[in-house]
């Protein structure tokens, strides 16, 4: 079954990015991984980053936008917009969750 909803999900990526570990990587994201308690008592979220970087003009924007619109969480920065330090810097606490 979980085969099946990751094929599912390539498919519907398919006529943005027409490279198969894009694919991988961007459906890993949206279903997330797994969260681990450590023996030293932290907690590891197992939240997946993308960072995707290639010759301009390859959909790498329009991708990320299409993923964003199913799986609105996700937070959606460019680099015309950003800087390195709003990347690195900005954390925040959900305030329903209280998660950070």
């Not at 790498?60 to 015309?80: E, M």
Request: glycine content about 10%; overall charge positive.
């Amino acid at each position: 079954m979980e085969m099946f909803i990751f094929r599912l999900f390539a498919e519907s990526l398919r006529n943005l990015a027409r490279l198969d570990v894009v694919d991988m990587c961007t459906n890993t994201q949206l279903f997330g991984g797994n969260a681990l308690k450590l023996p030293s008592g932290a907690n590891f979220y197992g939240e997946i980053n993308i960072l995707l970087v290639g010759d301009p003009g390859t959909s790498k924007s329009q991708l990320f936008q299409y993923i964003h619109k199913l799986h609105p969480r996700g937070i959606y920065s460019s680099g015309r917009g950003s800087s390195a330090v709003g990347l690195t810097a900005h954390v925040s606490k959900e305030p329903e969750t209280r998660e950070t």
